[in-house]
């Protein structure tokens, strides 16, 4: 079976992905849209993706791609802590770094960190923590840092010169296994720390009242939200769908009434699945 991950090699999601399935071929792609590309292609059989950041929330194009790419299931979610640390190729000057290389999100979860002792040094984009420290072991003749995990620092020949920068102890990421298929997955080597649904829904039109509604659908059946996220449709300002995960697994014969309500309503449900949340070791 093969496995799209956002890569390239030793970034956050591979470790994710190693854990996840760790008797499959795993195949780094470039960017998030590319691993969704992937399955919905059938170059692969499923992707693992980054869904949300404790400290940053929600990864927005993982979102807008749940949304976007027709017939995609969620399998699984997994829950893995995060350590980000900064790293140098052995032969720089760590008293002269000249820029700082990372994922926007790893340099806004270091930001405090990296203000108090870098503050004039640069910080640079990068697609991922793990491009990042590959492209700092391959400048060795500049003085180039770059925030990533223990995993890229060994891959890539690297230097920790600082430890656990990030600047929350419980840091954590919430990856997605997504397929073409309702399957839910399973791993009895894995801790499951609880069931949910993923339902994304767009409402017929912008009225007083109408997410009031689609609420009290869940509200009357005792539905527990455990998240519930807007996201812009980029058609016009003030148009959006919700992302909503339902606690609990979907077996209830009031659950799946729960949807024949929301269409009576005119209401746009794309069921993403139910499935398990997983945890990870970082």
């Not at 640069?122 to 180039?144: C, G, I």
């Not at 009225?207 to 509200?219: C, D, I, P, Y």
């Not at 609990?248 to 993403?272: I, M, P, R, T």
Request: negative net charge; hydrophobic residues 45%; glycine residues 4%.
């Amino acid at each position: 079976m093969k496995i799209a991950f956002l890569g390239p090699q030793a970034s956050f999601t591979q470790l994710a992905a190693t854990q996840l399935f760790p008797n499959e071929e795993l195949l780094p792609h470039a960017n998030i849209l590319d691993c969704f590309t992937a399955v919905e292609n059938g170059e692969v059989d499923k992707a693992v993706v980054p869904l949300e950041n404790s400290i940053e929330g929600t990864v927005s194009m993982t979102l807008d791609y749940l949304y976007k790419t027709p017939f995609i299931a969620v399998e699984a979610e997994a829950v893995m802590p995060i350590a980000h640390h900064l790293m140098i190729h052995p032969n720089c000057d760590e008293g002269n770094i000249e820029k700082i290389y990372s994922h926007p999100q790893a340099l806004a979860q270091s930001f405090h960190f990296l203000d108090s002792k870098f503050k004039n040094v640069p910080k640079q984009d990068f697609s991922s923590t793990a491009a990042a420290a590959k492209h700092v072991s391959e400048n060795m003749n500049r003085n180039l840092a770059a925030v990533a995990n223990q995993f890229a620092a060994n891959l890539y020949g690297l230097k920790i010169i600082h430890r656990n920068i990030q600047d929350f102890e419980q840091n954590h990421t919430r990856f997605i296994i997504i397929s073409k298929k309702h399957n839910a997955y399973s791993n009895e080597n894995l801790e499951v720390l609880g069931e949910k649904s993923g339902l994304l829904i767009t409402l017929p039109e912008d009225h007083a009242g109408g997410l009031h509604q689609v609420l009290s659908v869940f509200a009357w059946r005792k539905m527990n939200l455990s998240k519930i996220e807007s996201r812009t449709l980029k058609t016009g300002l003030g148009n959006y769908f919700f992302f909503i995960n339902v606690a609990g697994s979907w077996e209830s014969a009031l659950y799946q009434n729960a949807l024949e309500e929301l269409k009576a309503l005119n209401v746009e449900v794309d069921f993403l699945g139910s499935y398990k949340e997983f945890f990870l070791k970082s």
